[in-house]
């Protein structure tokens, strides 16, 4: 037992503190934060937009087609811009479109970290715009007559009072979605950003021994979603609370 606490010890200090290895592993989980949270960001302002595109088209199409106006039209080619985004993001795999937007796109730029935070954005918001959607889809037409009856239009009713309701009723799939993103980040080293994952593979190249270093990443990553996990759980039972 005593040789294998001294085989753990040179273990550790050969991966984490020789070289200040443990940098490695600091540094990329600083990236990999960074990432996840301007994709989040990105990723909600888009399903927000395309989520009310949709289900404003979905309520209301067949009472618009009687008018044939010009609103009409547009929302009609909004939803349909909007069904190719959904196909095209949630058909192909997100490394795919993180490599095409590196290399083709965002070409020009050698800043990883901002190319795989749009990418990643992009990516979720087809995802948060369809959750988004089937919340708005749920809620009672009570609701958007009652944001009529005060006096806003359909844009400030779903603004002001139908998309606050649907974040609290999706609030637990959207939590989902957003570890699933937190994790997809992961192939950022696909296009040589150093996150989390490629800082414990630098480490595993550099000494040898895997043990260490891609537990200490997959700890991480634990750690980071039952910490997520628990903040959700706080702001789900405070928002109960204010119902009562």
Excluded at 15 to 34: A, C, E, I, P
Excluded at 113 to 133: H, T
Excluded at 165 to 192: C, D, H, M, R, W
């Amino acid at each position: 037992m005593e040789l294998v606490f001294l085989s753990l010890k040179e273990q550790f200090i050969l991966n984490f503190v020789t070289d200040s290895r443990w940098k490695y592993l600091v540094n990329g989980l600083g990236k990999t934060l960074t990432i996840a949270f301007y994709a989040v960001l990105i990723g909600t302002v888009i399903g927000v937009i395309v989520a009310i595109i949709r289900s404003t088209y979905d309520k209301n199409y067949e009472a618009m087609a009687r008018t044939k106006s010009f609103g009409y039209y547009l929302l009609k080619i909004l939803n349909a811009i909007s069904k190719i985004y959904l196909t095209v993001f949630r058909g192909t795999p997100v490394v795919v479109q993180l490599l095409i937007a590196y290399f083709i796109i965002f070409s020009f730029t050698t800043n990883g970290v901002m190319v795989a935070s749009i990418a990643f954005g992009i990516n979720s918001g087809a995802y948060v715009a369809e959750i988004l959607r089937g919340g708005i889809m749920s809620i009672d037409n009570g609701q958007f007559e009652a944001g009529r009856s005060l006096g806003f239009n359909y844009l400030q009713t779903m603004l002001y009072i139908i998309i606050p309701q649907v974040f609290k009723s999706v609030l637990p799939t959207l939590l989902n979605e957003f570890i699933a993103l937190l994790k997809e980040t992961s192939v950022s080293g696909y296009v040589g950003i150093v996150d989390l994952t490629k800082g414990g593979d630098i480490i595993r190249g550099r000494t040898f021994s895997a043990f260490m270093p891609l537990l200490a990443v997959a700890a991480i990553y634990l750690i980071l979603v039952m910490l997520l996990t628990y903040l959700t759980g706080r702001l789900e039972r405070r928002l109960r609370n204010s119902e009562k």
